[in-house]
């Protein structure tokens, strides 16, 4: 699962998923675990990218940016009946309060369920096997369990 | 797991010893071939839980306990009212998710030769699956007096009968409940999402009772071999996923101000006697009331389903229970009563003979604790037994768990496949989705018997009847 900047994979976990990005940046790998998720529900190459939304979460810590990212893409695919198949993150540095910001924008379509065969709905982004860091590569490397 | 670990008590019965910083110990109820298949993870899990402030007696798990979030998933953990905590992972994100089963009056042979019409006529009107979308849409009103209200709101709005209320915890409606606690987000999160099923492991079953274990309970119930049944497993949809979320990050948050060290983040908690636990118990309350809520108007929809195709059938509630909440209940702690809040994550509650909180009907006899399984193999009927009360604050399991992921399920089995073996055996599987049937496939669960046959030598709760599947609605 590779596209120019990064990949994603799905890591197993007994009664979910696990999703996990990596990217040469950190926006990059955020972009991929995104992709990640949208793999849980479907095949993310099946999701025509024709409406956007814009998407704005922060966090105290880039670990806890990583779960509220997911959690509002939750969200937003629950409230809008969409599924989404590209991504463009920008994750600011954190300001004098510590706090981190994103700013994204995913690209998607209303659920088709004869297209897209969507398997399973994701109820929530978790903070099981929350990792983010850096592998000896120098990728980024960012992952949690999904629960379904 | 390394059963080296514990101590065994019984056959069914082993001891996690509370070492610091554990404040009691974890007692597992599973055959030995069970607990040989689930995960060391379980075993940290419950350890974990057991270090909490203000937990009483032990964490348990029950004979179907899987690696779950924070909490291990069969799960039961009880902590005083006074200076314990409330934990939103462990009531777990799907919360008051539950089973609800129905006699329908009728019989296998009055069934028959309208199965496959029965099967099409509940696909199409029970909205299930990803992005599937219910009739019914709530004003900012309304969506309130449903949080308040649970399946009494719904019977008001003429979703079922009042004499369903009975057969449903709390009588159907789950007391101190704050909407006001449950966020615009959650509440948008349900606007399109009442009266849905849901997708995964959630499903609408036609069964047949196949087997009587107990026949004077069964009898109580009112089940028979032969006899058509319905069960309804779904939960607290959006809204109730929001909650979880939205109290899980507020927990972790606020951790730090109570002096609650978390040895991991989805242990997040809060004490009960504080802002935030305040706020998430109201609100995961209300959450409650949106599951009750949703499995009532699903009843009311296989009902119309039912009364189209067969008007003869008449369906009645046997019992609705849930497996993801935390209540507060009395219990008996060193022979004192004690009020507590009892953790259920993935456990059914399992009242004994007697219990003030059970129908006159059951009075006698005991709970019916209603554990689901698989698509292709079985659910069972318990009761609830008077010795549950001393072994797991009146806990048992809530249904197979799984044994595999669902990467691996997707290897190996397609989901055309599976719903054409099925149908060979007499099961119709009707689903939107090919691929959630193949990760929901049988073989990708442990064996309910063996769980259910655990529970039962445990003392937990008795085996009443079993059920086997005609038709499974899968979202």
Known sequence: MTTQLGRWEHFDHQADVGVRGIGPT???????????????VTDPARVRPIQAVEIECEASRVSLLLVNWLNRLVYEMATRHMLFGRFEVHVSPPDLGGTLSLYARAWGEPVDPERHQPAVEVKGATYSELEVAKNPAGHWVVQCVVDV | MDTTRLMQKSEFEWWLEATPPMRVPGILYASEALLREMDDKVLEQMANVASLPGIVQAVYAMPDAHWGYGFPIGGVAAFREDDGVVSAGGVGFDISCGVRTLHTGLTVEDLAPLKADLAQGLFRHVPAGVGSVGKIHLEPDEL?????GGAEWAVKRGYGRREDLERIEEHGRMEGARPEMVSEQAKRRQADEMGTLGSGNHYLEVQQVTEVYDPSVADAFGVAVGDVLVSIHSGS?????????????????????????????ELACAPIQSEEGQAYLGAMRAAINCALANRQILTHLAREAFAYLLPRADLRLIYDVSHNTAKLETHLVNGQPQRLYVHRKGATRALGPGHPDLPDAFRAVGQPVLIGGTMGTASYILVGTPESEARSFSSSCHGAGRAMSRHQALKQWRGRELVKQLGERGVIVRSPSPRGVAEEAPGAYKDVTAVVDAAHAAGLSRKVARLEPLICIKG
Not at chain 2, 144 to 148: E, G
Not at chain 2, 239 to 259: F, K, N, P, S, W
């Open chain 2, 237 to 265: 949809r959006g809204l109730g996923h929001q909650v979880a979320t939205d109290y899980g990050r507020r927990m972790i948050e606020a951790a730090h101000r109570y002096g609650l060290e978390l040895a991991d983040l």
């Open chain 1, 26 to 40: 950190l926006d990059a790998a955020f972009e991929q675990v995104a992709l990640a998720l949208t793999a849980v």
């Open chain 2, 144 to 148: 309130d007096a449903m949080l308040q």
